[in-house]
């Protein structure tokens, strides 16, 4: 059975280029709505050029995701990866922060862990979601009370120090084949 999570992937017909990478959960029918109206400006600014040629996107699946909870940080290693290639790709998230809701991530590269670090409190939330943890069961583990966790994890302007981000990302981490490997 095909998969209906997707990445998929906006491609420009005149260079072959991608300039949006998107995600979703009803198939290909998602991607086929940004050339009738999308919600990104750039993206509709693009299409309606393109359209104006006589041209239009072309839709690559880029994955097909069988777990609903790595859909998202599948989206963001996508948009990270081709963002090196196109660094004009229309994804707002990427020149902002971006959002993790997955672990699935390859941190041999602390590049693209440093740009992870832009939204700490997702990261936190990835972590705690991802283990099955309770906000009070992370905290309690951490040795912070429920209140600055939940503040840790809903601000992102509540400042966490390296030490207890470090004992998070470790708790993160246990099981897992050492570093960041699991994340």
């Known amino acids: ?17 991608y ?5 979703t959960t009803i198939g290909k029918n998602r991607p086929l709505s940004h050339l009738r109206k999308s919600t990104n400006d750039n993206v ?12 239009e996107p072309s839709i690559d699946v ?24 196109n660094p004009e790709l229309f994804n707002e998230s990427v020149s902002n922060s971006i959002t993790i809701h997955s672990l699935n991530y390859d941190w041999s590269d602390f590049d693209i862990f440093l740009k992870h ?3 700490v409190p997702s990261l936190i939330k990835s972590i705690r979601v991802k283990k ?3 906000q009070t069961e992370l905290a309690d583990k951490v040795g912070i009370d429920r209140t600055t966790l939940w503040k840790l994890e809903t601000d992102k302007d509540y400042n966490v120090t ?5 004992k998070i990302v470790k708790y993160g981490c246990r099981g897992d084949q050492g570093g960041f490997g699991g994340l």
């Open 62 to 85: 880029i994955e097909e995701v069988e777990n609903l909870d790595d859909l998202v940080g599948r989206e963001n290693y996508w948009i990270l990866k081709y963002k090196e290639i």
């Open 162 to 166: 390296i030490h207890i981000l470090k």
């Open 44 to 55: 509709k600014e693009w299409v309606s050029e393109l359209n104006e040629r006589g041209l």
């Open 19 to 23: 300039c949006y990478i998107g995600k």
């Open 117 to 119: 670090l832009e939204d």
């Open 1 to 17: 059975m095909e998969s209906r999570n997707l990445i998929y992937g906006l491609r420009d017909p005149r260079n072959d280029v």
């Open 132 to 134: 099955g943890w309770s």
